[in-house]
Structure formats: structure tokens, C-alpha cells
Nanobody, 117 residues
Framework: QVQLVESGGGLVQPGGSLRLSCAASGSRISIYTMGWYRQAPGKQRELVARITRGGSTNYLDSVKGRFTISRDNGKNTVYLQMNSLKPEDTAVYYC???????????WGQGTQVTVSS
């Protein structure tokens, strides 16, 4: 069992930056593909960024060049650095840990990101 706790969300003006953190406990994240998802009101949850156990990354097209996902296996934490934020980035951001071979799929409780002037 993995517990994921997100932090770092908040209110920021357009063009600003935030760094989200996802602290894991209960298991080492080194065996999981870690991802950040988001869900805006009235919309489906979507994958924002993902980082594999080997460090390969994937991004939603609309955040490429602005967001960076990283992992620190020693600290058992995953980060999402978000720069040049836009109002359309407003959503609840969720951390995910997935290992398909183990059939494990864990979610955090989410952190609100609001981009507004």
C-alpha cells in the first residue's frame, strides 16, 4: 500500500510558477511509474506528466516546455515544476503511482491550483 500526499498548490497570477510535491509512504516509489493528473470542473481527469522508473518522461501537449516532472527516489518524492502558468491550468492536481505488473494504482487526495489575476 502506498500513501501519496500532494502539497504546493495555491493561487498564482498568470505567468507565475508553482512547484507541486508528492510525498509517498508505505513503499518505495522506485518501483512505480509516477504521474501528475489534473481535473478541472466539469472536465475529465487528464494526464499532465508522467515519469517512468527509468526516468523517461511524457507530457500533455499543452504543458510541454512549461512543466517539468522529476523524481527523487531517495526522498520518495515526485515533483511537478509549473512555469508560465495560464488560467486554463486551473484544476485539482493529483499524484499517481502505478505498477501494471503488480496491478497497483494509487492516488493522492489532490491539491488545488488556481491561476487567476
Amino acid at each position: 500500500q502506498v500513501q501519496l500526499v500532494e502539497s504546493g498548490g495555491g493561487l498564482v497570477q498568470p505567468g507565475g510558477s508553482l512547484r507541486l510535491s508528492c510525498a509517498a509512504s508505505g513503499s518505495r516509489i522506485s518501483i512505480y511509474t509516477m504521474g501528475w493528473y489534473r481535473q478541472a470542473p466539469g472536465k475529465q481527469r487528464e494526464l499532465v506528466a508522467r515519469i517512468t522508473r527509468g526516468g523517461s518522461t511524457n507530457y500533455l501537449d499543452s504543458v510541454k516546455g512549461r512543466f517539468t516532472i522529476s523524481r527523487d527516489n531517495g526522498k520518495n518524492t515526485v515533483y511537478l515544476q509549473m512555469n508560465s502558468l495560464k488560467p486554463e491550468d486551473t484544476a485539482v492536481y493529483y499524484c499517481n503511482a502505478k505498477n501494471l505488473m503488480l496491478q497497483n494504482d494509487y492516488w493522492g487526495q489532490g491539491t488545488q491550483v488556481t491561476v487567476s489575476s
